[in-house]
């Protein structure tokens, strides 16, 4: 059964829709991956999954249930968590108050988290002391989906993850969400780096226009050669 | 050891300890009101993002929730030897606290609602400022209050044969004040409603987006800037007298504090009271006083004035105006970087 299944999606800012019928669908435990140009409305889906943009058409649904155009307050409880592409951490808290307003909702004991996350990513442990707004952009981004783990998520959703890192910091971070995805969280990311991404998506959808233009297996988009041609940047 | 003692006979005791009482103590006592008041206009900045004008007023308005609770138990402090207004200021501190989410709900919350800019929400906070002024007067008249100050003990330490001077409900002030900071401080880094205050502070749309409740956030911050407003008015009414303007005198040295503080830095308003009140009793501060002793050293024709202050007491209101323009103009983050109000 799907864990996620956006169908028909519209949506936009005041009265200009962005989003002009997307469907997305994947399952749990997969990595889905949203490409395609500037403008495709890709960070907008992820918005309007959220409940930070008002859905006017369409439906979301979320482990079965209805949840189309719900705050993010219930979409967390019910096991979703968001990592915003820019603006991610809180600056002037700690890298360790930054984990723990991520299990705000929580009211156990959420320590063993915290470790789970510093396993993850053990520079955040040696950094757990400092300001988030004074680490490098790749532990800033390391920090925001630790944060977003914290309530043990169904389905993480990222937007642009390595968006202005170094390639190495970019590898890593891949490298994280291959890992983060064992760990049995699903992933649904928008990325720039459409080639990378989509070689370790279960699902890939290319985004043009507010519309799918492309749906299947990240194997399969990148061995289109419509794909390639036209939202790869062209062959190998 | 002889020469030693004789080094502090010439030391001025007098002037010394003059300038103690009238700057020192002067200074953390009005820097202490400062510091109450300036806390809940940088938290209500740093989370609901407005410049709330109507703060004076919610202190002057806790003041009078004091005073109709010491009229209802005039003798709540004789037990504990202090005075009725300070036992009784936690009930203040309690009712005050409602009334500001009171006034939230009312005014700023369908503004906020509405998405308007803050500069509306501004706006309506000098409405409810002018409001709150004019339904004080319908209840309390112009009039001139005046708080039992219930022992009227006054403590003294002797220095030399001159005695530094302290009220109680000065000490009172001074000693809740130093508490407060310190459970200001437990609260913003200890406990989970602290936290997430300073995470909305930071970083608004990301604690929303982590599930933490903008509206439990919003009315923690009321309820602090209001209960500390309420002690801040009573305290200062205990120390002096209650009037139904309290608020116009104290409303500028306020902002002024938060905004040298660095706005949305709460221990940066507690520094910029101080600051600020300490500036403001230097600056009115006769500094003949302390010259005075040199009079033997210096040739006749210097006379020593019998005034040098740089403000006249009766202008002492231009010394915070003073010191808003300057942070402004030179560093409009404050010493504690904080944001810029707009």
Redesign the interface.
Known sequence: MALLEMNDIHGGYGGTNILNGIDIAIDADQIGVIVGPNGAGKSTTLKAL?G?LRVSQGSVAFGGKTVTNMA??GL??EGLS?V?QE???????SVQ?NL???A??RRDDFRYLIDQVYGFFPPLKEKRKQPAGELSGGQRQMVAIG?ALM?EPKLLLLDEPTAGLSPRYMGEIFDRIIEINKSGVGILMVEQNARQALALAHRGFVLAGGRNRFTGTGAELLADPEVARSFLGGGE | MEQGVGLLAALPVNEVVFFINKVVIAGLIIGSVYALGAVGVTLIYGILRFAHFAHGDMMTAGAFFALIFVALFPTAGDALGLPSAFVLMPLAMVVTALFAIGIDKGFYAPLRAAKVRPVVIVMASIGVMLMMQGLIRLFAGTGTYQFDAGSKAIYRLPVMGRDIILTQPQALLIVFTALAAIALHLFLTRTRMGKAMRAVSDNPDLARVSGISIDSVVRSTWVIAGALAAAGGTLLALDVTLKPDLSFNIILPIFAAAIVGGVGQPYGAMAGGMLVGFTETLAVFNWSVLLRPLRPYLPDIIEIPNRIAFVPTEYKIVVPFFILIAVLIWKPTGIFKGRVLK
């Open positions: 959220f930070l993010p307050e967390v409880r968001f915003p603006f991610n951490v809180f600056p002037t808290m108050e723990e307003m991520g705000y909702i944060r309530t």
